[in-house]
């Protein structure tokens, strides 16, 4: 299976909104409702935020909100806060005989 | 609280072997959940290595090990392994635990602290 397409970095100041994106194929994203976001701090364990496209975990902030249309998934972060600087992965279920997969992880960076 | 904690890490010199195990506490470990490894090599992204389902009837792993690493679990000892064998250079990652819902859905609630695994010569 390929990895998701993410782009490699984004960034917004304090309050302000930023959007990622994660691209897949009718096999893994566009197929299924199975798809989640992780948060990585640096040297920390990845945190799931989002799983099956727009819920949120228990103790998640309704400012991480996610989206899906066609082939590509899409996670929102608003008000953004310093503690938001992290990187942000997608995965995405990708058929019953698969292991999930990846995107390629996105920085964000709060200005 | 849930916990899940790996060990067996270390560095060894390419074409041999470790055995890594993950001990999971704070819920019903033989219960739904399957269990899986990810791992992240240095400043790289996430991939999924391989996954177990609850009762083990179903095994998933990654091209890039298939053959060479078996994953097993234990649900009188809340314990699952992952026997490498054949190290690579391009094995050398921290390898997560993970907590899921099914086998092949990498929708991980809990994840471990990671176990680093170093392959050189």
């Known amino acids: 299976q390929s990895a998701l397409t993410q782009p490699p970095s984004a960034s917004g100041s304090p309050g302000q909104s930023v959007t990622i994106s994660c691209t897949g194929t009718s096999s893994d994203v566009g197929g299924y409702n199975f798809v989640s976001w992780y948060q990585q701090h640096p040297g920390k364990a990845p945190k799931l935020i989002i799983y099956e496209v727009n819920k949120r975990p228990s103790g998640v902030p309704d400012r991480f909100s996610g989206s899906k249309s066609g082939n590509t998934a899409s996670l929102t972060v608003s008000g953004l806060q310093a503690e938001d600087e992290a990187d942000y992965y997608c995965s995405s279920y990708a058929g019953s005989n698969n292991l999930g997969v990846f995107g390629g992880g996105t920085k964000v960076t709060v200005l | 609280d849930v916990q899940l904690v790996e060990s067996g890490g270390g560095l060894v010199k390419p074409g041999g072997s470790l055995r890594l195990s993950c001990a999971a506490s704070?819920?019903?470990?033989?219960?739904?959940?399957?269990m899986h490894w990810v791992r992240q090599a240095p400043g790289k992204g996430l991939e999924c290595v391989s996954s177990i389902s609850s009762s083990s009837d179903s095994k998933y792993y990654a091209d890039s090990v298939k053959g060479r690493f078996t994953i097993s679990r234990d649900n009188a000892k809340n314990s699952m392994y992952l026997q490498m064998n054949s190290l690579r250079v391009e094995d050398t990652a921290m390898y997560y635990c993970a907590r899921g819902w099914a086998a092949t859905n990498p929708n991980f609630d809990y994840w471990g602290q990671g176990t680093l695994v170093s392959v050189s010569s």
């Open positions: 704070g819920f019903s470990f033989n219960s739904v959940y399957s």
